[in-house]
């Protein structure tokens, strides 16, 4: 074994309609490991071309070793307003950093459309998520929270200097 061993690079990129499978896939391990998917689910992981990137979103695909083992979309709320959601890795490239990366692509992204407030909707148990999420700048805010039943948290960024 040599001293020094080099990380195989990540990347991050841009979805494609041939990643949709894997964008549900993806997202469906995690949503139903820990809770069921709902309605919202269903409509933006069985058509995130029509749902997420014909109205204005963008979706984020993270590869490792020659697989793709990571994603994150940015949901246009409006022309102000993204959502960063549907962020998932798998178990087996967790530790890497990718959530992080995914997290600041997008970040990136929204500044670049000119948004000036992205905002998420999580769940207190996803403890590791909600970490990521406060290293990224975003912060609690009060909600209603009625687009999922699983959410009871809503957090904030705002993409203003």
């Given at each position: 074994?040599?001293?020094f ?19 549900r ?18 409509k ?30 940015l ?55 909600l970490?990521?999420y ?28």
């Amino acid at each position: 074994m040599t001293p020094f061993t080099t990380p195989a690079t990540v990347s991050i990129i841009d979805y494609t309609p041939t990643h949709a499978t894997r964008f549900r896939e993806l997202n469906q391990a995690w949503i139903e490991r820990y809770f069921e998917m709902e309605e919202l689910d269903h409509k933006s992981l069985g058509d995130p071309d029509g749902y997420i990137i014909a109205k204005g979103g963008h979706i984020f695909m993270a590869e490792y070793q020659g697989e793709v083992v990571g994603a994150c979309a940015l949901i246009k709320v409006d022309d102000q307003t993204y959502e960063l959601a549907k962020m998932a890795v798998t178990d087996k490239a967790q530790g890497l950093k990718i959530g992080k990366r995914l997290g600041e692509t997008a970040i990136g992204k929204a500044r670049a459309l000119g948004a000036t407030t992205l905002m998420l909707l999580s769940n207190r148990k996803l403890e590791t998520a909600l970490y990521l999420y406060h290293k990224l700048g975003f912060v609690e805010v009060p909600d209603e929270l009625n687009e999922y039943k699983r959410a009871d948290i809503k957090m904030v960024l705002a993409l203003v200097p």
